[in-house]
Every structure is written in structure tokens, then in C-alpha cells.
């Protein structure tokens, strides 16, 4: 079945450094892909999405584009901050039927120090 | 201010006794979502439903129960039969759920304890 993979935390990173976030997954067809922070005892929050190949997705400075070549989502940010400290997780949209399911991988902690 | 809102924000329950998880969206969005979050883990998929009166399981329904009577409101019932219920849940909606482009969108959770 459809599924996505992210790398482990935590990412431990310094404010002003380079963050990537990789993410991969196995789908058939071509799904549409996510980004989601959570913030400490918080819901899910839309940090961006692609929705073809070939597509970048980006907000608040994050970037990932949609590599259907390599299966992959990879999140990345120039330039980090203590308040981008969170949970993130990919995720993309599988149609079940006439059902578009949200399928997570497990999460990555970043967290970043001043 | 469109949004989801959940309530209440943490939930006690005893062993033994069923309790009710509200959900409610002021969107206009026709499809609704119930996820649980375990520690670590991502989220995994309890019941959806796509229109007023119809709901279908998602991947881990047992000793769940859910209703949608009116479009803006999806209340979560979680049961005796739930061998597990400690986590934190989350529901969502989406303008139809039936496009792999929706969009979920995500209320703050209820964080429930079992005692």
C-alpha cells in the first residue's frame, strides 16, 4: 500500500543553519503531497503542498518540491529559527475509491537552539 | 473567523465508561476527519465522513463510534471496547474529500487520559 517514509529525530540545529527534512514515499498513480507542522500540545497545521510533479510548494521561507523521479519531498529552509522549533510531517493524498486519504509518516522533531 | 474548533482541550475518563470528543467547523466544508496520535507516531485515520448522515471506518474504527448529523458538526465517541485509548485526537475537514488536491484542515485536538 501507498506509504511515506521520513527521516528520524530529532534534527538538533543551530538559529541560521541549513535545514533539510528528507522525505520519501511509495504511492501508485500520482498524489498530491504535504507538509504539516505541529507545534508543542497543538493540531496540524498546513505548511505547504505540491500537487504534480515537478511542482515546489513553499511558505514561511520552507520550500520541498515534487520529485517524482526519486519518490520524494525533502523540506527545506535556509535559514531556521527558534520558533520553527516543532514536529513535522509529511503526508500525501491516496484516493481510496472517490476518497482522498491523508497518509502520514511518523513525524520529524526539529528542534533549534539559539 | 472560519476554523475547527475541538472540545474540550484534555479529557479524563475512567476505565469502563464512554466519552464524547467534539468537533465542530464553521467552513463550510462537506467532508470531516477523526485522527488519533500516539507518542512518536504519525496519525492514523478513525472515521471519515464526506456528507450530512454518512460516515465510512477508516483504518483503526474499533471501539469507535462517530454521528454527522449536520454538516458543521462530527462528534468522536470513544468507547468501553477501545483497548487503547489514551492518545491525542485530532479532527479535520476538507471542502469535499472526494479530490486527491483537497486540502485538510486541522482543529487543536483533545488530549485524552484513561485512568
Known amino acids: 500500500g501507498d506509504s511515506v517514509t521520513q527521516m528520524e529525530g530529532p534534527v538538533t540545529l543551530s538559529e541560521e543553519a541549513f535545514l533539510t527534512i528528507n522525505c520519501t514515499y511509495t504511492a501508485t498513480g500520482y498524489p498530491s503531497l504535504f507538509w504539516y507542522v505541529q507545534y508543542p500540545g497543538e493540531g496540524l497545521q498546513l505548511l505547504l503542498k505540491a500537487t504534480k510533479a515537478d511542482d515546489k510548494g513553499s511558505n514561511k521561507g520552507f520550500e520541498a518540491t515534487y520529485r517524482k523521479e526519486t519518490t520524494s519531498f525533502h523540506l527545506e529552509k535556509g535559514s531556521v529559527q527558534v520558533s520553527d522549533s516543532a514536529v513535522y510531517f509529511c503526508a500525501l493524498t491516496h484516493l481510496s475509491g472517490n476518497t482522498g486519504k491523508l497518509i502520514f509518516g511518523q513525524g520529524t522533531t526539529l528542534q533549534v537552539k539559539p | 473567523d472560519g476554523g475547527i474548533t475541538q472540545s474540550p482541550k484534555y479529557l479524563f475518563r475512567k476505565e469502563g465508561q464512554n466519552v464524547t470528543l467534539s468537533c465542530e467547523q464553521n467552513?463550510?466544508?462537506?467532508?470531516m476527519y477523526w485522527y488519533r496520535q500516539d507518542p512518536g507516531q504519525g496519525l492514523r485515520l478513525i472515521y471519515y465522513s464526506q456528507i450530512v448522515n454518512d460516515f465510512q471506518k477508516g483504518d483503526i474504527a474499533e471501539g469507535y463510534s462517530v454521528s454527522r448529523e449536520k454538516k458543521e458538526s462530527f462528534p468522536l465517541t470513544v468507547t468501553s471496547a477501545q483497548k487503547n485509548p489514551t492518545a491525542f485526537y485530532l479532527c479535520a475537514s476538507s471542502i469535499e474529500g472526494t479530490f486527491q488536491t483537497d486540502t485538510q484542515y486541522f482543529g487543536p485536538g483533545t488530549r485524552l487520559t484513561v485512568l
Open positions: 467552513l463550510n466544508h462537506d467532508a
